[in-house]
């Protein structure tokens, strides 16, 4: 089956840097690609998603890169601030909202 | 708005006790999700419903029931719990069948 997984369990960002946090996944057919932030003791937050006929995609203080030949993707967070700090996890899917596989996550801690 | 909300927060059953999971949404969305997230392990589709009376299977559905008899609320039942039955259950809803879902804030269930 498809897995799902970020690179770094933890990353540590001094405030006001960028902030790169990288996913990488298996499945060649993954055809949408999604980015979740997750507070402590909250429910995930949508934040950017990307279909695979697209490299690149930006929101607001984020961007979001998708290599397919490598299968990798990364979120991309500029001037990262304190009300960043979260668990952010990507998720891929190969067939529609029903058949997506999510990753467990990376902890972004900003340094103040 | 509320946005989406879980009762209860935290319940501890006994392995065979049986419980339901309230999820409501005040946002008029059409599609209801219930996942489980586990530690160490991506957030796994357990239900999810495209409609006021419609329900359907997601990757992990084996123990669970549920039920849409109102558009705004979607239950997640467990008949007869079991160890194995731990984690966190969040509940989405999304205006239509994508990924742009907003979560609740999750229920935290041990089953002993």
């Known amino acids: 089956g498809e897995s799902v997984g970020l690179h770094l369990p933890t990353l540590s960002v001094q405030e006001g840097d960028n902030s790169i946090i990288n996913c990488a996944y298996s499945?060649?057919?993954?055809?949408?690609f999604i980015w979740y932030k997750q507070e402590s003791g909250k429910g995930p937050q949508f934040i950017i998603d990307?279909?695979?006929?697209?490299d690149k995609r930006q929101g607001q203080r984020v961007t979001v890169l998708l290599n397919k030949t490598v299968k990798h993707l990364s979120l991309q967070i500029a001037a990262t601030q304190p009300g960043d700090s979260a668990v952010y996890f990507c998720?891929?899917?190969?067939?529609?909202?029903?058949?997506?596989?999510f990753g467990t996550g990376t902890k972004l801690q900003v340094i103040p | 708005n509320a946005g989406v909300t879980q009762t209860p927060k935290f319940r501890v059953l006994k392995t065979g006790q049986s419980m339901t999971l309230l999820c409501a949404q005040d946002?008029?969305?059409?599609?209801m999700y219930w996942y489980r997230q586990d530690p160490g392990m991506g957030l796994r589709l357990i239900h999810y419903?495209?409609?006021?009376?419609?329900?359907a299977k997601g990757e992990v559905p084996d123990g669970y029931n549920v039920s849409r008899l109102k558009k705004q609320n979607f239950l997640l039942g467990l008949e007869s719990a079991a160890p194995s039955q731990t984690s966190v259950y969040f509940c989405?809803?999304?205006?239509?069948?994508?990924?742009?879902?907003?979560f609740g804030p999750g229920t935290r269930l041990t089953v002993t």
């Open positions: 946002m008029n969305h059409e599609y």
């Open positions: 990307i279909r695979s006929n697209m």
């Open positions: 419903s495209v409609g006021e009376g419609t329900t």
């Open positions: 998720a891929a899917s190969s067939g529609g909202y029903q058949k997506v596989t």
């Open positions: 499945n060649s057919a993954s055809d949408y």
């Open positions: 989405a809803s999304s205006y239509q069948g994508e990924f742009e879902q907003y």
